[in-house]
Every structure is written in structure tokens, then in C-alpha cells.
């Protein structure tokens, strides 16, 4: 923790600082940075059993838990984090990495590399480090990482030797070459996958785990090749080199497009900054007795207490959230490595009961070994917050309290998921995975800067994509749904559209996307952009054309967590009620009374405007009683049913207030009519 020097430094001593005037927000930044570190002695840098879950603020919340972890004895690769002041520090200097934290790094990385028993760059046994970021609140996706970090010339066949496995160390180069070209040097991975399509192409083969050994080294030959072609230099060989760029990287990723269009939606400070996270690698692409995979202690859609998630075998972890290959559910792997399973599911009941909430996470097995790469509180739908809530009370695990403040108001409006009309005849064009529930129809778009543009205007898209990107989180936010061909219920689009109460249906194999040719297709199908398709992200069709959607039904869950604030609230809530349909639903929702019925809303229907009209318009008194009659019988049923609904609750009425331009036709209108009128000659 940080702590205070036994020395007062004098601000005399930075008279240079002082004498500034040109701009005194840079001023007083620097000023705060030199207090910070001549008179309290900042730390910039934590080892893992330094940190603890308090520390949240700090260390980040991946950083804090990889710390919790690491102090309650679970099997997590060994690393440091480098704190959120840094990220702080290095925007309030310019983007320059602050005084002080390169030592840090280093004297951190020694003795990680002596609890490993590996030395970064070492030619006989060499250490290699994922960097990812770590923001206090989860983002996930938003910002960057790079594993396999450490390869080079020296690195990568000590690494072949030391495994056995050629095929392994290649793979593995290929991937650092590209992660690290896209996150640190910003070459778009599109053209490295470029790079290793041609090449399965030329061996004939589908998947990459089907790639040669010689295949893969032309890969890796041709990617350097890229990267001196978009950057003027060679790749770089010095791995400390390598560590710096990263953890700059990371630091500016705080500030990417998706990550501050994220903030954005989830009202998250934008000057929190993030964490680094500095990780051994444990490698999941080892072979057949290796695996990554992200899994839920709960349902994430529903809520069922049961174990949830999917894992690839030979894979790295980013290769199960990218939706590159479909993964299998985690419960299969209680057959292909039952001891590894086994532990698994011990160590996600010990987590869940540690943090006393419903836990997102991410595991690698190297060689038959168990890793646990990061915990943290699952992302859930409405419904399922709710069910877990109430279970959780019912296990012993929260109390009620805690339950009702588990549950996000806001999110509330989410149980309320429209659904397909039972009585629609559906076309269903394919099947996926039932990602986020709901249902949701719109005009087909590929692009998420179209969806964007469309959703802002107010059209009703469906975006549709191979696989989304955090990238696409713009795109995602105006769409009504949306549909993924690659990628499970652990994937970027499922998980983000779980947070957003949004349908998804993701892994619909059959859906064959073109992007050049603005289409996909099924079979013989072919849906082109503009074409109306639904989505039913509870069940996972994908249906050709708008189907009838209709309101959901209240669940057992809402009502209880409903029952339980009850219990404590002070305030009333009544609602604003203008018909009897909306009392009657207020009153189903738990309205105690109407606040406000505002009677000129009673008008808007389409078939009651043109007697508002009238009557505004008449031009004698007899005229406008006329125009009242009807208008009187259709108040007099409302208020009727107004009050039926409230059943002796309190209710608000106020006199008829009509805003003359929302009742009466505007003068373009008018002109246009008049028109249309004369020269039909009427």
C-alpha cells in the first residue's frame, strides 16, 4: 500500500513547475504526480499475494481478484499488476509512461520469474506473458491483450525444444505476431487472416489445428514480412521492448472508440483508468490434453443453478470468446478429462460461495493441468439477476436486502422481453444457440456503422455478422437483435447483449454470410440487406420476415423481489395512467394509485383526433357541442375504467390541456391536402 516518506518535500523545489502559465490544468497534474511521488512514495506495481478484493479501485477488478485468488490458494499463473494511478499518470503526462514504473516492472518481473522458475527471453527456459487490461468495473471485450508475449528468434525454438512440440511453439509465435501487429501497432488482424486463409487454402485443409508445421512457418514468415511493410522496421526481438509496448497499448486501449462508447451506456467514469495485468501464460494449445474455456456457476440466461460454459480443446482462450471455432457445452468435459472437470466444478462452487454472487470464469489446462485465468461477477438477463437473487436468499448465501440490491432498476424494464404470438405461423430459416432471450424483427444490415446510422433514425434493424467485435458495440446499441453464424453463448455477442436486455441468437452455422455481397444465405435461401427477418433469442430460430411479438408475463422471481422491497421501502409509487389498459397494467405492476392521468392523452388514438379536431376548429358554439358528444362518451368509459382498475386507490386527473400541435395537423399538411383537394376538384 501506498506510504508516506518521513521527509516533507518542499513544492520550492519545483520552480520550474511553478513558473508555468500557459496552461494550469497541466500544472496542476504535474504538480499532483511529483506530490505523489517524492512525498507519499507511490507504488505503482503489485505482486498478486500483495493485492486482496479490497483493493478493487487500485489493482483493477480482474488485478483484485487474480490477487483474492492467489491468497486463497487456487490455481492461478503467477504476475503482477500494474495499478490504475499509473494509467492515470501516464494521460495526465501526455501518454508517457510515468517516472518510476519501468524499475518497478522489472524488479516485479524478477521475482516472478524466480516464483515461476522461467526467465523472460532466457534461450534454454524462457518465460512468456499475457498483458491484458483491468478496469475497476467490468468491461469486457473493450479493451486489449496480448498473450504469448516474450517470443523471438532465441525464444521460439527453446520453446519447440522444451515442449516437444513444434507445431505448438509455431502456433503459438503466429498468434503472438499477430496479436501483438493489431493491439500495439494497430495493422488490422484482417490482413494476418488473410495471411492464414491463403494458407490453409494452398494445403487444402479447413480449421488451423489442420495446418503443417512448414505451413505454419510460412505464416509466421510472411507476418514479419506484413509488419516491416506497415511499420518500416523489423518485428521486435528485445522482449523488454516487446513487455513496454504492451503495457502502453493497454494503457491507451482505456481510451478506444468501444471502450468509451461503453462507458458511455454504462455510465462509468471515463477517469477511472485501467489496470495491467502482467501473467506466466498457461497454455491451453498444447494439444489434446489441453484446452481454454470461460464457464458461468449459473445460467447467465435463466438463472438455473447449474454449471455453464464451453471450452475448446487445443485452443487459446481468445479462440472460445471469438466465436473461431464452436466450442463444446463444459459438461462434456466431465467426459474427455473427468479429474480436470472434477476440480473445476469444485473450485466454481468455492467462488461463488467466497464472493457470495453468481461468477463469470475463464480457465486454461496446459497438459491435463488446471488454471484459473480470472473470476468475476457474471453479466446475467434481467430474468435470470432475478431468479439468482431469490435462490441465493433461499441457499443462505445473501439476504433479502442484499438481493433487492443486487437488481439493477433499470434492468427491470428488461423482464419484460416481448416474445413471438403463439398463434403466428413462423417460416423458421435456421436454428442457433438461444444466446439472449427476447424477440425482435428488423431490416437485415452487416455493417454496425449502418445499424448505427439506421437505429438513430429510428429504423428497426437486425445486425447481422459472422461474428461481432467489441468493435461493433456502437452498431449492437441501435440495432433491435442480433445474429452471429460463429461464436457460442460465451461469445462477445452473447455476452454483451445479455447486459443490454437485447435478443441474440449466436452459432447459427446454417446462416452463410457474404459480406461483399451484402447477404447471407441458407440452403437455397438468400436474404439480402433490407429484408425483414425475426429473431428469437429464447429459443434461437431465425425466421424469415416480421412475426407477431407480444408481451411476456410477469414471473414468480419479479413478484417476490417485488414483495421483498415492500418490506422495506418508505416511498409510494403510483403511475401515470391515461387509459384503462395502462391502469390496469400499472396496477398488475404494483402501482398504489395514479399520480397523473392526463386527460388529453385520452385523444391521441388515430380514430379519436379528428373529433378533437373538430372541435377545436368549430366556429360556433352549437358546432362545438356537437363535436363534444362523442368525446364525452369516450371520456366518461375511460375515467369509468380508470377507476374500476384503481379499485378505491388514489388517482390524479388533470383538466383537458391540448397542445395544438400535437392535435392539429401541421401547416405543410394543410397546404398539401388543400392541394390534393383542387385538383381532384372537390
Not at 408481451?551 to 415492500?566: G, K, N, R, V
Amino acid at each position: 500500500m501506498p506510504r508516506r516518506s518521513d521527509r516533507c518535500t518542499s513544492l520550492n523545489n519545483y520552480p520550474a513547475v511553478l513558473t508555468l502559465r500557459k496552461d494550469f490544468r497541466t500544472v496542476a497534474q504535474r504538480i499532483v504526480i511529483l506530490i505523489n511521488k517524492e512525498i507519499i512514495h507511490m507504488k505503482y506495481v503489485y505482486l498478486f499475494h500483495e493485492g486482496n478484493a479490497q483493493m478493487r479501485s487500485l489493482l483493477g477488478g480482474k488485478g483484485a481478484n487474480l490477487a483474492e485468488m492467489t491468497n486463497i490458494g487456487l490455481p492461478v499463473p503467477f504476475g503482477m499488476t500494474i495499478s490504475t494511478d499509473a494509467c492515470r499518470d501516464y494521460y495526465a503526462q501526455g501518454g508517457k509512461l510515468p517516472e518510476g514504473l519501468v524499475d518497478e516492472v522489472m524488479a516485479s518481473l524478477a521475482k516472478v520469474e524466480e516464483k515461476v522458475g522461467k526467465r523472460f527471453g532466457d534461450a534454454e527456459n524462457p518465460l512468456l506473458l499475457s498483458v491484458r487490461s483491468g478496469a475497476v468495473f467490468s468491461m469486457p471485450g473493450m479493451m486489449d491483450t496480448i498473450l504469448n508475449l516474450g517470443l523471438n528468434a532465441v525464444t521460439f525454438p527453446a520453446l519447440a525444444r522444451l515442449t516437444n512440440n513444434e507445431w505448438f511453439a509455431c502456433d503459438t509465435y503466429r498468434r503472438f505476431i499477430q496479436m501483438f501487429s493489431d493491439v500495439v501497432m494497430e495493422i488490422s488482424k484482417e490482413k494476418f487472416e488473410d495471411i492464414l486463409q491463403e494458407q490453409k487454402t494452398a494445403q487444402g485443409v479447413k480449421l488451423d489445428q489442420e495446418l503443417s508445421v512448414e505451413s505454419l512457418r510460412t505464416v509466421i514468415a510472411r507476418s514479419k514480412e506484413l509488419y516491416r511493410a506497415e511499420i518500416g522496421r523489423d518485428f521486435p526481438e528485445d522482449v523488454h521492448e516487446q513487455l513496454l509496448l504492451a503495457i502502453e497499448a493497454v494503457f491507451r486501449s482505456w481510451n478506444n472508440h468501444r471502450a468509451i462508447v461503453y462507458r458511455t451506456i454504462n455510465k462509468i467514469d471515463h477517469n477511472l483508468g485501467t489496470a495491467v495485468n502482467i501473467q506466466s501464460m498457461a497454455f491451453g494449445n498444447m494439444g489434446n490434453d489441453s484446452g481454454s474455456g470461460v464457464a458461468f456457476t449459473r445460467n447467465p440466461s435463466t438463472g438455473e443453478n447449474k454449471l455453464y460454459g464451453e471450452y475448446l480443446v487445443n485452443a487459446q482462450g481468445e479462440d472460445v470468446v471469438a466465436g473461431v471455432r464452436t466450442p463444446q457445452p463444459i459438461a462434456h468435459l466431465a467426459e474427455e478429462m473427468p479429474e480436470v472437470y472434477r476440480q473445476f466444478r469444485d473450485i466454481a462452487e468455492k467462488l461463488e460461495k467466497h464472493y457470495r454472487d453468481m461468477q463469470d470464469i475463464e480457465l486454461t489446462i496446459e497438459h491435463g493441468k488446471l488454471f484459473i485465468l480470472q473470476t468475476r461477477n457474471g453479466k446475467r438477463t434481467a430474468q435470470s439477476a432475478l431468479k439468482i437473487a431469490c435462490d441465493m436468499v433461499e441457499e443462505g448465501l445473501i439476504t433479502k436486502n442484499e438481493a433487492i440490491l443486487r437488481i439493477d432498476p433499470e434492468n427491470l424494464a428488461n423482464v419484460l422481453h416481448r416474445q413471438i404470438d403463439s398463434s403466428a405461423n413462423p417460416h423458421v430459416l435456421a436454428k442457433g444457440l438461444a444466446a439472449s432471450p427476447g424477440a425482435a424483427f428488423g431490416s437485415v444490415v452487416f455493417d454496425a456503422d449502418e445499424a448505427e446510422h439506421l437505429g438513430r433514425i429510428g429504423a428497426k434493424v437486425v445486425l447481422v455478422r459472422v461474428e461481432t467485435t467489441p468493435d461493433d458495440i456502437h452498431g449492437i446499441v441501435q440495432a433491435q437483435g442480433i445474429l452471429t453464424s460463429r461464436g457460442g453463448m460465451t461469445s462477445h455477442a452473447a455476452v454483451v447483449t445479455r447486459g443490454m436486455g437485447k435478443p441474440c441468437v449466436c452459432g447459427c452455422e446454417a446462416v452463410k454470410v457474404d459480406y461483399a455481397k451484402q447477404c447471407f444465405t441458407v440452403g437455397d435461401t438468400v436474404v439480402k440487406k433490407g429484408d425483414l427477418i425475426s429473431i428469437d433469442g429464447s429459443t434461437g430460430n431465425v425466421i424469415l420476415g416480421a412475426v407477431p411479438l407480444k408481451d411476456p408475463e410477469l414471473s414468480h422471481e419479479y413478484q417476490t423481489i417485488l414483495s421483498w422491497a415492500d418490506e422495506v421501502r418508505e416511498l409510494q409509487v403510483r403511475a401515470n395512467a391515461d387509459t384503462p389498459e395502462d391502469a390496469e397494467k400499472s396496477r398488475r405492476f404494483g402501482a398504489e394509485g395514479i399520480g397523473l392521468t392526463r386527460t388529453e392523452h385520452m385523444f391521441m388514438a388515430q380514430e379519436r383526433l379528428p373529433h378533437v379536431q373538430q372541435m377545436i376548429l368549430a366556429e360556433t358554439r352549437e358546432a362545438r357541442i356537437e363535436a363534444l358528444k362523442p368525446l364525452q362518451i369516450m371520456q366518461e368509459n375511460d375515467f369509468y375504467g380508470i377507476l374500476k382498475a384503481m379499485n378505491g386507490l388514489p388517482v390524479c386527473i388533470r383538466l383537458l390541456d391540448p397542445p395544438l400541435h400535437e392535435f392539429l395537423p401541421s401547416l405543410q399538411k394543410l397546404l398539401v391536402e388543400t392541394t390534393e383537394l383542387r385538383v381532384r376538384g372537390d
